[in-house]
């Protein structure tokens, strides 16, 4: 779950749609700063998927007793993580293979480096699923899909609008990336994000720079909820602030920076 605080309470978003939000993202992915995707349907498909394995633990909030708030993706536990990653890459791989691997290769990234035995392990075995998705994928799509700097581009790009959807769910100043793809051929740049001034707690406007979107600016709209209040006492009461929590709808709106 992603919450940040408004004046009107918590606002919780679901990381499924967050996730759907990077996936419109990628419906508009190709403008001057960016070629379209190759191959596009697994792409598109990993990026509007690759939190389904949170559905489950994002179902109703976990009350965090270090804060008396939800946890979120980054406060929950790593056994409850690592579940997720393999339910996100297994639900993926079964739609597509190729997508299965992006996916794979997301989640792994947050681990490699991980000092837990277990993230390890996860990591590990990873690996070898990775190749198991790749040769899957080798059968149905052509060799130049599976290049190199194709599979990295693509797993840049999935990362990008990952983190360019959070930005907008969180209302984030600003954000800047690590030198990632800016094509196949192996250029490489920084995509930043910066809020607009005008933006407001439910009408979140952000300009992105180089803008690899198609349409000039974009709009889309983010389903939440608004708990009335920050922290709680403990489980029950989030639960029942959770059932009479107001659903609203956030507007996104995308800009050239």
């Known amino acids: 779950m992603i919450t940040h605080e408004t004046s009107e309470g918590l606002l919780c978003i679901h990381q499924i749609d967050h996730a759907r939000l990077a996936g419109r993202l990628a ?36 009350w965090d007793p270090r804060t008396g708030r939800p946890h979120t993706y980054r406060t929950h536990a790593l056994p409850e993580t690592l579940d997720v990653a393999e339910r996100s890459v297994s639900r993926v791989a079964s739609i597509e293979p190729y997508a299965g691997w992006l996916v794979g290769r997301h989640f792994a990234s947050f681990y490699e480096k991980h000092s837990e035995p277990a993230a390890k392990d996860w990591v590990a075995v990873q ?16 060799a130049g899909s599976l290049a190199p700097r194709v599979l990295e581009a693509n797993f840049d790009w999935l990362q990008l609008l990952d983190a360019l959807s959070l930005a907008v769910a969180h209302d984030w100043e600003v954000w800047e990336g690590r030198p990632m793809a800016r094509d196949y051929q192996g250029s490489i740049g920084t995509f930043r994000y910066r809020r607009d001034p005008r933006s407001r707690s439910r009408r979140v406007m952000g300009r992105v720079t ?4 198609t349409p000039p600016r974009l709009a889309e709209r983010l389903p939440a909820r ?32």
Do not use: C, K
Request: hydrophobic share 50%; aromatic share 12%; glycine share 10%.
């Open 210 to 213: 180089p803008y690899p979107f």
């Open 127 to 142: 690996a070898a699923r990775q190749a198991e998705l790749f040769a899957l994928a080798a059968e149905r799509w052509p």
């Open 226 to 257: 608004v708990l009335p209040g920050l922290r709680w006492i403990g489980p029950d009461p989030l639960l029942q602030a959770w059932r009479e929590a107001r659903s609203v709808t956030v507007e996104v709106v995308l800009m050239a920076g």
């Open 27 to 62: 419906e508009w992915w190709g403008g001057g700063a960016v070629p379209s995707f190759e191959p596009p349907g697994p792409v598109l498909t990993a990026i509007r998927n690759h939190d389904a394995g949170w559905a489950e633990l994002d179902a109703e909030p976990v």
